[in-house]
């Protein structure tokens, strides 16, 4: 085989590798679900003027074709001569570059309706994700609606979902019949979607609260109720300890009663009853939670003013029982009947014993009388 056979059969092979590549690719081009989509659907705007142009460009796609495959023929009937003469290589040449030009130009084609179509199939794509999601989510939302018994002149979520379920279907409609409308500078425009996707979340998760409130709303009232059951309880034992202190503690002035919170609360929980039994649930919702701070907070301080309320009675129990633990020291050491001794100590226990007693006079009282052991202590150790 002479080289310029040589050449041209490795190009008529690079030609044939060539062509079986282009006719692939024609092929599926023609399967595209971009393709199909926007043969199988009625547009308008943008999308509509892009499929026009997209159908011409398929029949010069493939008129291209059929050119190329016809070049390429015609360098095969040249390969075939038994003997090809310089003017076959001329002939060749040209036809290969021929072939060239026309591979390039159907490149170029290919690429800009690939664009479209690709374009397409990726819009639809992703916008039928969010519009999946939020249709998903509305219908969930309008059961609850429609279980929860809200509606839309006195509720702002069922309100509001009739404007969503618009946006939605307006959404949705522009995805079928113009999605290259959401594609902006090579990306599909997700922006308006997900806004609509995140308040349909947000409308779900708002009636999916109410739904937990009504299922859960009975044992929390109950549980309200006991709380302040406790807490009246907490307050009626601190007026108790206060009369006690007042009574049976020198002050320098009566100890003031202090506010109840267990009525009013008592007042805001029947009030809280009453819309759960006529299903206000939108009400509770926004009643119940601080109802139940405000429960927690009185029940934490009346515990607190309890407390407070029967300290100096505690004060006075510790300093009796600090007076009657060295009155036995002092027997230990054989000072009972210590004169000096015994005086302090019955007057320790005068204070402490009267009523109203001296907190103030009797704690000197006593460290008076502790002191006193202690140096009797002190001095029999010396000895």
Same mark, same amino acid.
Not at 119 to 137: H, M, N, P, S
Not at 217 to 246: F, H, K, P, W, Y
Not at 264 to 276: E, K, N
């Given at each position: 085989?002479?080289?310029?056979?040589?050449?041209?059969?490795?190009?008529?092979?690079?030609?044939?590798?060539?062509?079986?590549?282009?006719?692939?690719?024609?092929?599926?081009?023609?399967?595209?679900?971009?393709?199909?989509?926007?043969?199988?659907?009625?547009?308008?705007?943008?999308? *509509?003027?892009?499929?026009?142009?997209?159908?011409?460009?398929?029949?010069?796609?493939?008129?291209?074709?059929?050119?190329?495959?016809?070049?390429?023929?015609?360098?095969?009937?040249?390969?075939?001569?038994?003997?090809?003469?310089?003017?076959?290589?001329?002939?060749?040449?040209?036809?290969?570059?021929?072939? !060239?030009?026309?591979?390039?130009?159907?490149?170029?084609?290919? !690429?800009?309706?690939?664009?479209?179509?690709?374009?397409?199939?990726?819009?639809?794509?992703?916008?039928?994700?969010?519009?999946? $999601?939020?249709?998903?989510?509305?219908?969930?939302?309008?059961?609850?609606?429609?279980?929860?018994?809200?509606?839309?002149?006195?509720?702002?979520?069922?309100?509001?979902?009739?404007?969503?379920?618009?946006?939605?279907?307006?959404?949705?409609?522009?995805?079928?019949?113009?999605?290259?409308?959401?594609?902006?500078?090579?990306?599909?425009?997700?922006?308006?979607?997900?806004?609509?996707?995140?308040?349909?979340?947000?409308?779900?998760?708002?009636?999916?609260?109410?739904?937990?409130?009504?299922?859960?709303?009975?044992?929390?009232?109950?549980?309200?109720?006991?709380?302040?059951?406790?807490?009246?309880?907490?307050?009626?034992?601190?007026?108790?300890?206060?009369?006690?202190?007042?009574?049976?503690?020198?002050?320098?002035?009566?100890?003031?009663?202090?506010?109840?919170?267990?009525?009013?609360?008592?007042?805001? #929980? $029947?009030?809280? #009853?009453?819309?759960?039994?006529?299903?206000?649930?939108?009400?509770?919702?926004?009643?119940?939670?601080?109802?139940?701070?405000?429960?927690?907070?009185? *029940?934490?301080?009346?515990?607190?003013?309890?407390?407070?309320?029967?300290?100096?009675?505690?004060?006075?129990?510790?300093?009796?029982?600090?007076?009657?633990?060295?009155?036995?020291?002092?027997?230990?050491?054989?000072?009972?009947?210590?004169?000096? #001794?015994?005086?302090?100590?019955?007057?320790?226990?005068?204070?402490?014993?009267?009523?109203?007693?001296?907190?103030?006079?009797?704690?000197?009282?006593?460290?008076?009388?502790?002191?006193?052991?202690?140096?009797?202590?002190?001095?029999?150790?010396?000895?």
């Amino acid at each position: 085989m002479t080289p310029f056979a040589e050449a041209l059969e490795e190009a008529a092979e690079r030609l044939a590798r060539k062509q079986q590549e282009v006719v692939d690719k024609l092929i599926n081009l023609e399967d595209h679900l971009g393709r199909r989509l926007l043969d199988s659907t009625t547009l308008e705007g943008e999308s *509509r003027e892009c499929r026009a142009t997209v159908l011409d460009e398929f029949a010069t796609l493939w008129a291209q074709y059929e050119r190329y495959r016809s070049v390429a023929a015609q360098v095969r009937t040249v390969m075939a001569r038994p003997r090809p003469t310089k003017a076959d290589q001329c002939v060749a040449e040209e036809l290969m570059s021929e072939a !060239d030009e026309l591979a390039a130009a159907i490149e170029r084609i290919y !690429d800009g309706i690939h664009e479209v179509v690709t374009a397409t199939d990726e819009v639809w794509t992703v916008t039928a994700q969010r519009i999946g $999601a939020c249709d998903t989510l509305l219908r969930q939302a309008q059961t609850l609606v429609e279980n929860l018994g809200l509606t839309v002149s006195h509720d702002p979520t069922a309100k509001g979902m009739a404007e969503l379920t618009g946006r939605l279907n307006e959404m949705r409609r522009i995805s079928l019949t113009d999605p290259l409308w959401f594609w902006v500078d090579g990306a599909v425009a997700v922006q308006e979607a997900d806004q609509l996707l995140a308040q349909c979340e947000q409308a779900h998760a708002d009636l999916q609260a109410l739904a937990e409130l009504r299922q859960h709303a009975s044992c929390r009232l109950d549980q309200l109720g006991g709380m302040i059951t406790e807490l009246r309880g907490l307050e009626e034992e601190t007026s108790v300890q206060r009369r006690l202190v007042n009574a049976k503690i020198l002050t320098a002035a009566a100890t003031d009663e202090g506010a109840h919170s267990a009525d009013p609360l008592g007042l805001r #929980l $029947a009030t809280a #009853l009453q819309l759960h039994r006529c299903e206000h649930w939108r009400q509770l919702a926004s009643e119940l939670p601080d109802l139940e701070r405000d429960v927690i907070a009185a *029940r934490k301080r009346a515990k607190v003013e309890l407390i407070e309320a029967g300290w100096p009675l505690q004060q006075r129990a510790e300093l009796r029982g600090r007076l009657s633990a060295y009155r036995a020291k002092a027997a230990g050491l054989g000072r009972i009947e210590d004169l000096a #001794l015994e005086q302090r100590y019955q007057r320790a226990r005068t204070l402490l014993w009267r009523a109203p007693c001296d907190l103030v006079a009797a704690a000197a009282a006593v460290a008076e009388y502790l002191d006193a052991v202690n140096a009797t202590a002190t001095n029999e150790d010396s000895a």
